[in-house]
T-cell receptor
Framework: EAQVTQNPRYLITVTGKKLTVTCSQN?????MSWYRQDPGLGLRQIYY???????DKGDVPEGYKVSRKEKRNFPLILESPSPNQTSLYFC??????????????FGSGTRLTVV | QKEVEQDPGPLSVPEGAIVSLNCTYS??????FMWYRQYSRKGPELLMY????GNKEDGRFTAQVDKSSKYISLFIRDSQPSDSATYLC??????????FGAGTRLAVHP
């Protein structure tokens, strides 16, 4: 089954403790993105990647890091999480830039709480 | 002015009603117009996609784009309880950025 898999689904952590949210897709997509979803603000792009070793900042990159060492994986790293990073995070992948033609395929989300 | 405006609702309608969901946008560079549906505790899934002004129909769903007015709509005919979800409009300029509306929550009651 074609899918984007994120782990973990739920995570509660303390301020300053480094964490990684993993994302993997099995569709051989070049394009991958991370979004955060907050009430009233919708989905905002954090980082995106056009292919292996090619990444760039989205609208809200502060406090996040990403890497793309393999085509299928695109982990999101929070080096020193803070409470304002409490949010619902989605990883997404697409075969075309900007999700053209086929849209983005989204994972099921990771609900992160930073206390 | 926000780049995308979408009424958050919630919208509550009886089963069988016609539903109209709308978004306005300000960026003339947007070329692709999409609607995503998001069920509770799930990721968004692509519902409709178009890149030109006019109407596009898929079953009970019709996407309408008016580029001159910078306005897009999604119509749902014969709405069902299974249509209860949050509907997100999304826009792309063909690059890597996909801009989403805040989403409209829809409840269809039997």
């Amino acid at each position: 089954e074609a899918q984007v898999t994120q782990n973990p689904r739920y995570l509660i952590t303390v301020t300053g403790k480094k964490l990684t949210v993993t994302c993997s897709q099995n569709m051989n997509h070049e394009y991958m993105s991370w979004y955060r979803q907050d009430p009233g603000l919708g989905l905002r792009q954090i980082y995106y990647s056009m292919n292996v070793e090619v990444t760039d900042k989205g609208d809200v990159p502060e406090g996040y890091k990403v890497s793309r060492k393999e085509k299928r994986n695109f982990p999101l790293i929070l080096e020193s999480p803070s409470p304002n990073q409490t949010s619902l995070y989605f990883c997404a992948s697409s075969s075309r830039a900007g999700g053209a033609d086929y849209g983005y395929t989204f994972g099921s989300g990771t609900r992160l709480t930073v206390v | 002015q926000k780049e995308v405006e979408q009424d958050p609702g919630p919208l509550s309608v009886p089963e069988g009603a016609i539903v109209s969901l709308n978004c306005t946008y300000s960026n003339s560079a947007f070329q692709y117009f999409m609607w995503y549906r998001q069920y509770s505790r799930k990721g968004p899934e692509l519902l409709m996609y178009t890149y030109s002004s006019g109407n596009k129909e898929d079953g009970r769903f019709t996407a309408q784009v008016d580029k001159s007015s910078k306005y897009i709509s999604l119509f749902i005919r014969d709405s069902q309880p299974s249509d209860s979800a949050t509907y997100l409009c999304a826009f792309s300029g063909g690059y890597n950025k996909l801009i989403f509306g805040a989403g409209t929550r829809l409840a269809v009651h039997p």
